[in-house]
């Protein structure tokens, strides 16, 4: 005759069994879901993108060039004229002092 204990040991040991299988299933599960997940973001990127550039034209070289070439061409500016002010301050300082060495 079996104890009591065996019994419990056997249902304990089925029951970690069905845990076991359940987590193994539901691992698979994930894993699939999770798979489809990343395929429909993929082909949604796609998609998107594809319809974007119907209405919005990548930026060619050239494009990049002029636009770069403006920028720098408006810190230059922006540039010689800051140094054209500070020369042109400088200059009136010294003549003024020259004036009053002079006078």
């Known amino acids: 005759m079996e104890t009591i204990k065996s019994y419990q040991e056997k249902v304990q040991g089925s029951v970690e069994k069905a845990i076991s ?8 599960v994930a894993g699939f ?9 993929k082909l949604i ?7 974007i550039l119907k209405f919005e034209k990548p930026e060619t070289k050239t494009a990049k060039v002029k636009k770069t070439a403006k920028k720098v061409a408006s810190t230059a500016k922006k540039k ?6 500070a020369t042109s301050k400088a200059t009136k ?9 002079t006078a």
């Not at 990127?45 to 319809?51: A, D, P, Q, T």
């Not at 010689?80 to 002010?85: C, D, N, V």
């Open 21 to 28: 299988a359940v987590e193994n299933k539901h691992a698979e």
């Open 93 to 101: 300082a010294v003549v003024e002092k020259i004036e009053e060495v």
């Open 45 to 51: 990127g796609k998609k998107s993108g594809e319809l």
């Open 33 to 41: 879901f999770y798979g489809k997940a990343h395929d429909v973001n």
């Open 80 to 85: 010689a004229t800051s140094a054209k002010a």
